[in-house]
């Protein structure tokens, strides 16, 4: 039960911002654990002067970011393990650069988790989980 919140150049069109989340929902379904009609995601499209970023921290030695730079910021149910995270990062860094055209350099993920009592999808109930078919 994942919201995702996508933030990108005001520059990009509706049908890359559309691939872009698409892309990302095959990978949370195939690499995250997550359910295929679990998608919630808001997209932000900013103008330059709303993301203020260092091009070069945490970048490999002669690498920097470029104004291509997306952030995908995932809060999520339940704890997933390191080595599904690491899988998850590097297939969906990979398939969005090929989606986009852009360099896997330029997407950064941040990953939180929460427990199902802190969602409320409607009416102000408390969630539950849907019931396994």
Do not use: W
């Given at each position: 039960?994942?919201?995702?919140?996508?933030?990108?150049?005001?520059?990009?069109s509706?049908a890359?911002?559309?691939?872009?989340?698409?892309t990302?929902q095959?990978?949370?379904?195939?690499?995250?654990n997550?359910p295929?009609?679990?998608q919630f995601?808001?997209?932000?499209?900013?103008?330059?002067?709303?993301?203020?970023?260092?091009?070069?921290?945490?970048m490999?030695?002669?690498?920097?970011?470029s104004?291509?730079w997306?952030?995908?910021?995932?809060t999520?149910?339940?704890p997933?393990?390191?080595?599904?995270?690491?899988?998850f990062?590097?297939?969906?860094?990979?398939?969005?650069?090929?989606?986009?055209?852009?360099?896997p350099?330029d997407?950064?993920?941040v990953?939180?988790?929460?427990?199902?009592?802190?969602w409320?999808f409607s009416?102000?109930?408390?969630a539950?989980l849907?019931?396994?078919?």
């Open positions: 039960m994942p919201l995702v919140r996508i933030y990108v150049d005001q520059t990009r509706d890359e911002t559309a691939s872009l989340s698409n990302l095959e990978c949370l379904v195939s690499d995250f997550v295929r009609d679990d995601h808001i997209i932000h499209k900013l103008d330059r002067t709303q993301r203020t970023i260092n091009t070069s921290y945490a490999p030695k002669g690498k920097q970011r104004n291509d997306i952030l995908i910021e995932i999520g149910g339940k997933r393990l390191k080595e599904m995270k690491a899988r990062y590097k297939v969906a860094a990979t398939k969005i650069s090929v989606a986009l055209n852009i360099d350099a997407i950064m993920f990953l939180s988790h929460n427990h199902i009592e802190d409320s009416h102000g109930d408390i539950t849907p019931k396994e078919a």
